[in-house]
């Protein structure tokens, strides 16, 4: 009798290890459908240093967007200049202040933003604009970027 519980024991065990149909089919549903190839790891790139546009390079800028008439204009050369170059907090102020209204300057905000490289002078940045809701805006885009 005591071999018979032995052998019933270990005949219990093996059919809990057979998968059950219903199993098989969520063991199968659970496998990715995609085989995902092993790739080999790339390099890190190194950080790079980011760093504001040159005095130079500004100042030139600066002339054009200024001697530009409307500020939807201005807007657009400030758009292409973001393309290739990044901003300091003091330019960004600079730019700014040559646009007439605030939704403009807001607009410019949003474009120059993600571009910028100092964080020191934010101050001067929010101080471009005539309300403080608008203060607000700018300041919750500038805490985003």
């Known amino acids: 009798m005591k071999r018979m519980n032995k052998i019933m024991l270990i005949a219990f065990m093996a059919f809990m290890m057979i998968p059950m149909p219903q199993q098989a089919a ?5 496998k990715p459908k995609v085989n995902i190839e092993k790739r080999e790891r790339k390099p890190q ?17 600066y002339k054009i967007v200024k001697e530009t008439s409307f500020d939807k204009n201005k807007i657009n050369i400030i758009r292409v200049a973001c393309i290739a170059s990044n901003f300091g907090s003091k330019q960004c102020a600079r730019l700014l202040a040559l646009l007439s209204f605030d939704d403009n300057k ?3 905000l949003k474009v120059m933003a993600p571009r910028l490289v100092e964080f020191d002078n934010y ?12 203060r607000e805006k700018a300041a919750k885009i500038l805490l985003k970027r």
């Open 26 to 30: 969520a063991a199968q549903e659970r």
């Open 123 to 134: 101050n001067k940045i929010l101080n471009q604009f005539s309300f403080s809701s608008n």
């Open 106 to 108: 807001m607009e410019a």
């Open 45 to 61: 790139r190194k950080p790079v240093n980011l760093r504001a546009m040159r005095d130079s390079d500004f100042s030139m800028m």
